[in-house]
């Protein structure tokens, strides 16, 4: 059964910096499943971050987090990382991990198999 694992979340004051960490388990070839960070603040719908696409080679950033948050993979680890760095309280919010096989990394709908997530709280 595919499994994902977030880690890394929790509380940091604005302009601060946070790694989350999303573990792969399952998955008979993880190199061949394009990933995601989604995030949920509270009322808000779900929303796509940051994609990245099976090799590595391509990703896609939402407008507001470009030039603040990087998204990696490490196809042998089978883990995918978001470094997020000068944080915003707008940050604040449930982050997911996602992944699907189907193709277009950077469409939100193509996302079928989540994480539990991971809180991430900014403050001012």
């Known amino acids: 059964q595919e499994q994902l694992e977030e880690s890394g979340g929790g509380l940091v004051q604005a302009g601060g910096s946070l790694r989350l960490s999303c573990s792969a388990s399952?998955?008979?070839?993880?190199?061949?499943?394009?990933m995601a960070w989604f995030r949920q603040a509270q009322g808000n719908e779900r929303e796509l971050v940051a994609a990245i696409s099976w090799s590595g080679e391509n990703t896609f950033y939402q407008e507001s987090v470009k030039g603040r948050f990087t998204i990696s993979r490490d196809n042998r680890q089978g883990t995918v990382l978001l470094q997020m760095s000068g944080l915003k309280p707008e940050d604040t919010a449930k982050y997911y991990c996602?992944?699907?096989?189907?193709?277009?990394?950077?469409?939100?709908?193509?996302?079928?198999?989540w994480g539990q997530g991971t809180q991430v709280t900014v403050s001012s």
């Open positions: 399952g998955f008979d070839y993880f190199s061949m499943y394009s």
């Open positions: 996602a992944a699907t096989s189907s193709i277009g990394y950077e469409r939100a709908r193509s996302y079928d198999t």
